[in-house]
């Protein structure tokens, strides 16, 4: 390496040290010439020990990546990408954990102020790309100083970004955490020596500098047009989103109308103890992290459209996103529902135009209303749905009588080879997945069939309904597994064909890092079928629904794994399927199921 310093390898061993400090263990690169300083800085804070470096050749894989980082730790993860449509290529992404609320920070190299604007190789306005999902974003001013020792103003000015930027995207002072968007503009030489004072311990990662949040900004230059615009702090959500003041004390729920609690995507275990509390059932999405306890309501579809129990329902309590059912929706639309909805990122829920948001919930002290809930769990328990393989008939098996035996091995072969449909395989994935697994539900057909028959179980669950895209679904559940591979446990993704086919590029990983302990189980139909269940179905013709809405394809899938270096599994029953779900895993693997269309 040349022996040269150079203001922007500076800029980015201050800005990107402070995020280490801060307690960033996750970075995601994309390569890139304009963003060198911070990849290499990137490079060297991996070698140093302090940090997870995970590089990916598409910005919209590594923003996933990120995505899915933040969602299993709750910490952003720090996605570095160089200009251009480099940058553009995060909003997806962007997007997503604007609307699930996970903590995201977006580290865009940039040309400088003077090559903007007047036909310059990738070059565009970056800032504003992302501001309706930002909490926080800001266009840096060019670095022009070397620092000898780390403690110059420019430093201690990055220091500060740095500091506000992990705030923010934690959600504090805003309505929830989110993405940051700092825009970096650097000069050339783009590159140069990484400075001694970079280095930090490990072991005094925790003991880390404090940095003032309420620091005043810095003096703006001497010459803003040629340093770039002077950071000031701030949102990019304008003041007409910002919630009001925090309630000092929960609102209380009275117990007198009939009641249910619905737990839409991310509502978390808050939603079940709400239902318990108030001895209402609990309508819990499968996505929702909520799907367990006494009140949980199975076949709510069902239910919900009977008169004598979702017809009477008065009073909704929300939390989380619910997404999965029309069935909810009709219900929160309706006027002469009362709906209470907790605040969440994204737009608030008002579907009926009247629903009161809420920071915090408690229940009136007293009696809860023991027929209403007793109605629905009767309900619930003759709606459940048992899809576990019968056991052997132990008996006939032992059988002298040779009829009686031979009848009981028929039987048992039947079973073996009895071929999966997507109820039989959501199924055999719920059952494989424990509290020390994680599980991430694509936005295919198949969630909303496990929606409709899986029951209840605490377990890990992840999904991206934030805007309910099946974009970066692979991405996302690896960013996940990475996350979560200090413990024990597996993360599992289920998710269609095409879902797969969207994110294919996400199965490419760079063999100089560890493999996560990822199972892709995908149901293949060979296209789109979830149209079949939606109103087009009934107006389009079949060379149209071909066209345009199932677009079918013939994939090879077991070629894409053996090109990415995947192991790869093709099921076609029960048994074969719970075997590979229950075999230790040691790196990535491509589980395909063959489905009818």
Request: hydrophobic share 45%; with cysteine; net charge negative.
């Amino acid at each position: 390496m040349h022996d040269r310093s150079a203001p922007a390898t500076d800029a980015a061993a201050a800005l990107v040290g402070a995020f280490v400090e801060l307690g960033i263990r996750h970075i995601v690169v994309s390569p890139g010439s304009r963003s060198q300083a911070l990849a290499l800085v990137a490079a060297e804070l991996e070698r140093l020990g302090a940090v997870r470096l995970h590089v990916r050749i598409d910005e919209r894989v590594a923003g996933f990546t990120a995505l899915g980082i933040g969602r299993e730790t709750g910490m952003p993860a720090a996605v570095i990408c160089t200009s251009g449509t480099a940058a553009a290529n995060l909003l997806p992404a962007a997007l997503e954990a604007h609307h699930s609320g996970v903590p995201l920070l977006l580290l865009t190299a940039d040309r400088p102020p003077e090559l903007r604007g007047v036909g310059a190789n990738q070059t565009t306005r970056q800032l504003g790309m992302f501001t309706p999902s930002t909490r926080l974003e800001a266009d840096l001013p060019v670095p022009e100083a070397v620092d000898p020792d780390g403690d110059g103003e420019q430093s201690l000015m990055l220091r500060q970004v740095a500091a506000d930027a992990v705030t923010a995207a934690l959600g504090e002072g805003t309505r929830a955490a989110g993405p940051v968007h700092l825009n970096l503009p650097f000069r050339e030489p783009l590159g140069g020596v990484i400075p001694g004072w970079l280095v930090t311990p490990v072991a005094e990662l925790d003991a880390a500098v404090t940095v003032d949040p309420d620091a005043a900004p810095v003096d703006e230059p001497a010459d803003e047009e040629a340093s770039g615009a002077l950071y000031q702090g701030g949102g990019g959500i304008g003041e007409a989103d910002l919630p009001a003041e925090p309630d000092e004390l929960p609102f209380v729920l009275p117990r007198g109308p009939r009641t249910v609690v619905v737990a839409g995507a991310d509502a978390g275990p808050d939603a079940e103890t709400l239902a318990h509390a108030g001895g209402w059932p609990l309508i819990a999405e499968i996505v929702s992290g909520s799907r367990f306890g006494r009140n949980l309501v199975h076949g709510y579809r069902r239910l919900l459209a009977d008169p004598q129990l979702g017809g009477r329902i008065e009073r909704a309590v929300v939390l989380g996103h619910p997404t999965l059912s029309r069935e909810v929706t009709a219900l929160l639309s309706d006027p002469e529902i009362e709906v209470f909805a907790m605040r969440g990122p994204g737009e608030p829920l008002n579907l009926n135009g009247s629903t009161t948001a809420l920071d915090a919930i408690a229940v009136q002290v007293g009696e809860a209303d023991r027929e209403w809930l007793g109605a629905w769990v009767q309900a619930s328990r003759a709606a459940s749905v048992d899809l576990s393989p019968a056991a052997p008939d132990a008996d006939g098996l032992a059988s002298g009588v040779p009829a009686e035996r031979l009848g009981a091995i028929q039987a048992e072969m039947a079973a073996i080879r009895a071929p999966l449909d997507r109820q039989t395989l959501v199924d055999a994935v719920w059952r494989a997945t424990w509290p020390h697994d994680r599980l991430f539900f694509g936005s295919s057909r198949l969630v909303r069939v496990a929606d409709t028959v899986l029951g209840g179980k605490k377990v890990p669950v992840h999904s991206n309904r934030g805007l309910a895209g099946i974009d970066g679904t692979i991405a996302t559940a690896t960013g996940i597994a990475l996350a979560s591979q200090d413990g024990p446990g597996v993360t599992r993704v289920l998710l269609g064909d095409l879902a797969l086919l969207h994110d294919v590029g996400a199965l490419l990983l760079p063999p100089t890092e560890a493999d996560p302990r990822l199972q892709v189980i995908v149901g293949n139909d060979g296209g789109g079928t979830i149209f079949d269940s939606l109103e087009v179905r009934d107006v389009a013709s079949d060379e149209a629904m071909d066209r345009v809405l199932y677009t079918p394809h013939t994939a090879r899938l077991e070629q894409l794994a053996l090109a990415y270096g995947w192991e790869y599994t093709r099921v076609t029953t029960r048994a074969a399927l719970d075997q590979v779900l229950t075999a230790p895993v040691g790196g990535r693997q491509i589980i395909e199921v063959p489905l009818p269309r």
